[in-house]
Structures are given as C-alpha cells and as structure tokens.
C-alpha cells in the first residue's frame, strides 16, 4: 500500500513557526493542527501575547509520523498510544503490544471480508443462474436478503455506525 507524501513542502529553516506555516508546510488545515492539539498528539506550542500559536520545528515530524500512522488504518486513539509509547521507556514495547492489537484487528477484518466475498460470488453465480433460465426472473439476492436474519458481523457493523 502506498502512504501519501506528508513530507513537509519547504524546509523548515529552524526557526519557530506560526501555524499557518505549519499548515502549509504539512499539507494540513489549521483546523486539523488545532485538533490535534486538543486531541493530545501534539505538544501544546508556545504563544505570543497569549494568541498566536508558535511551533517548534519538530512539529512537522509529529505531523508526518501521525499521517503515516493513519495511512496504516490506525484510529487516532491508536496513534495517540503511539505518540505516548515512543516518549516513554520501555516505549518500543509497548508500541509492539499496540500494533500485535491493529493486525488482530486488521486479521479479523480481513477474515470477515472474505466471507462476504464468498457471499457475494454465491449471489452472483445464482442470478446468472436465474438469468440463464429466465429472460427476467425474481431476483435471487433479494429473495435471500430477504429471508435471511442478521449475521454477527452486520450486526457489529450497525452497533459501530451509531
């Protein structure tokens, strides 16, 4: 899987950034830098007069290693436990512990994918069946959709919608 580019698009000169600069640098809104912020993945910056956010250049690190993160499907609760681990000792083994957590996951979503795969082949061989006696039958999914009861994992699908 490819990960976007978060490279910055200048280089940073050392200097302390406002965050309009940060933004650009990153390809992020200020919104979502201010989110961030507010969500713990960012260390809160310094400020002028008490307003303007000011950012050490490290930020864009930060920012890159949080896109790369999100690339690899890990919430921002995950990435949060992430940007904790790696600033604690003993930091790489708990960022082992939470990534062995995302591939269980990313395992079970993977096996829940091939059973609708296997589901959606059965659906389509049994309507060109339908279609290979028929000019227009009664569609057989419908049929079926319409009989069947709620699996597990449509209904975990629904619970996580809410």
Not at 48 to 64: F, Q
Request: charged content about 25%.
């Amino acid at each position: 899987m490819d990960t976007p580019d978060v490279r910055p698009k200048a280089a940073s000169n050392g200097h302390i950034l406002p965050i309009g600069a940060v933004a650009r640098e990153s390809g992020l809104t200020v919104e979502t830098i201010r989110y961030y912020e507010r969500m713990g993945l960012l260390p809160a910056p310094a400020r002028i007069n008490g307003h303007s956010r000011r950012y050490e250049p490290a930020v864009l690190a930060r920012l890159t290693f949080i896109a790369r993160a999100k690339a690899l499907g890990l919430s921002l609760a995950e990435v949060r436990e992430l940007v904790v681990a790696t600033s604690h000792p003993n930091g790489c083994a708990r960022v082992h512990v939470a990534l062995a957590a995302h591939l269980e996951e990313v395992d079970n979503r993977l096996h829940e994918l091939q059973s609708l795969r296997r589901t959606l082949k059965q659906y389509a061989r049994a309507c060109a069946d339908a279609l290979a006696r028929q000019s227009d039958p009664s569609c057989p999914l419908a049929e079926s959709i319409a009989r069947a009861k709620p699996s597990r994992a449509a209904a975990r699908s629904r619970s996580r919608a809410r």
